[in-house]
């Protein structure tokens, strides 16, 4: 019997090692790993030797369309796939009727689309979307819910979004916490009275800077909703979720929490990783409504605050918030712009290889410890998703630690037409990406999508429990 895929002469990393190994994929799974002399044969073959390979990257935080939720699955997941990214956790704003009544729809519409596979959090908006909760695992397979705690103003008006006072989040928790493991809520944490006070004067004081993102939400509106999140989870007992954490008084906060042996996970994402306000990316100064992004950008000794929570093993998740726009949907009123920072998906492996690894911050089986095995486990996709092991789904990325790219936004294969990171150099970079066995991104270029590729992964709660 041949396999169909052999994968030989690189070093496998796993997130306790890094040994050289081969590969053997057949029939979307992975069949084999150690020395090719014990395997047989195979119809194709790919010499990555000099290079590493991964588990392909599990972003578990992306957005692929503002209003109309699944708008930009095509561009964003084929950039995502050449960023090393098999699996995204995607974001779902189920406007009007719900999910459950959307979800055949959505899930036609990805499947139809996407280069990457992806599981989903439903963002509870209202009382429907509340009252779903409790059908969700078992009539779709979807198990985290995202709240916006207190979200309200303008923008909470345009969408829709009502259920977020704390009783409704409380309420929220307590059916999250009955469903059992691996349901949990994902929370939003600013505080948005003390932000709608600020922003008020702010724009009575015809600020329009990009810094006046961070003035209207200053850390301290992050922290005290951090806080109050993780009193109200524990109250509930309901494992929370804290994605993009900005600040590095989040680590002080995280690690408080963790040691009370209360169940909350943290991520951080890599632009709160490489950018400040202190040190403003060009684009900032040049389209002011570029910066807006929630939470803000903060001062440098967060950023280094953040990798070093990510070395402790506090920080748990780096995803990437993907949220895509263009320069003319940006617009040039901060105060108006939609949210978030563009492409990130396709950079988030490269940041962690170039910033992390090549500069001494963390090593590489860090990377694959938060970039594939903790969003996996977290959010009830392993051992499935973000591990190379026998029977996994043979989703790999191959990385070359020497590769130098120097990034421009028409170097990318996303639809946003600008990037944070236009002009940096990174030095590690992904060369090719297999997804289910497949080589979906080869040297770095995305290959035509097949029709299969990509699919909506399920999750189950009986099934994680058997491998918690
Ligand atoms: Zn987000």
Not at 101 to 115: I, L, P, T
Not at 367 to 374: A, K, Q, S, Y
Not at 418 to 444: A, K, Q, S
Request: aromatic share 6%; proline share 6%; glycine share 10%.
């Amino acid at each position: 019997m041949a396999y169909d895929l052999l994968i030989h002469g690189g070093r496998v990393v796993t997130p306790v090692e890094t040994i050289k190994a081969d590969i053997a994929i057949d029939n979307g799974k992975i069949l084999g790993i150690g020395d090719r002399k014990f395997m047989t044969g195979a119809r194709r073959e790919l010499d990555v030797s000099g290079r590493h390979v991964l588990p392909g990257i599990v972003d578990p935080h992306a957005h692929l369309g503002y209003m109309n939720t699944l708008e930009a699955v095509e561009t964003e997941t084929r950039a995502a796939a050449c960023g090393g990214v098999t699996c995204l956790g995607v974001y779902i704003l189920a406007l009007k009727d719900g999910i459950l009544k959307q979800f055949d729809r959505f899930k036609a519409e990805f499947e139809a689309k996407s280069f990457v596979d992806g599981f989903w959090h439903l963002m509870v908006i209202d009382t429907l979307t509340t009252n779903e909760i409790r059908e969700c695992p078992e009539k779709i397979g979807l198990t985290s819910f995202k709240f916006n705690m207190g979200y309200k103003g303008p923008h909470a008006d345009l969408i829709g979004i009502t259920a977020t006072d704390d009783g409704a989040v409380y309420k929220g928790f307590r059916m999250i916490s009955a469903l059992g493991a691996p349901s949990l809520a994902a929370c939003h944490t600013e505080n948005i009275d003390i932000h709608l006070m600020l922003r008020d004067e702010l724009i009575a004081q015809g600020r329009k800077d990009f810094r006046v993102w961070n003035d209207s939400r200053p850390p301290f509106v992050e922290a005290e909703c951090m806080r109050r999140a993780i009193f109200l989870a524990q109250s509930a007992n309901c494992p929370l979720y804290i994605p993009h954490i900005t600040i590095g008084d989040g680590v002080d906060i995280l690690a408080e929490a963790q040691r009370q042996g209360i169940n909350v996970t943290g991520e951080t994402c890599p632009q709160y990783l490489t950018h400040n306000n202190e040190e403003p990316a060009p684009i900032f100064l040049s389209h002011p409504a570029c910066g807006c992004v929630n939470p803000p950008l903060r001062d440098k000794s967060s950023n280094l605050r953040l990798w070093e929570g990510i070395q402790r093993g506090i920080i748990r998740c780096v995803g990437s918030d993907l949220a895509p726009t263009t320069l003319a949907m940006k617009g040039d009123n901060i105060w108006e712009a939609p949210m978030g920072l563009g492409n990130i998906s396709e950079l988030l492996l490269p940041v962690m290889l170039s910033e992390g690894v090549n500069k001494g911050r963390i090593s590489l089986e860090k990377v694959v410890e938060v970039c594939c095995c903790n969003p996996a486990r977290v959010f009830g996709v392993f051992p499935r998703k973000g591990n190379l092991d026998i029977g996994a789904d043979a989703d790999v990325v191959v990385v070359d630690m020497e590769k130098k790219v120097r990034v421009t936004p028409k170097s990318l294969h996303s639809m946003c037409d600008w990037t944070i990171y236009d002009g940096w150099e990174f030095t590690g970079w992904p060369t090719h990406t297999i997804l289910g066995g497949n080589i979906v991104v080869e040297n770095g270029q995305p290959l035509p999508r097949k029709p299969g590729q990509g699919r909506y992964i399920p999750r189950s709660i009986h099934e994680a429990q058997q491998h918690a």
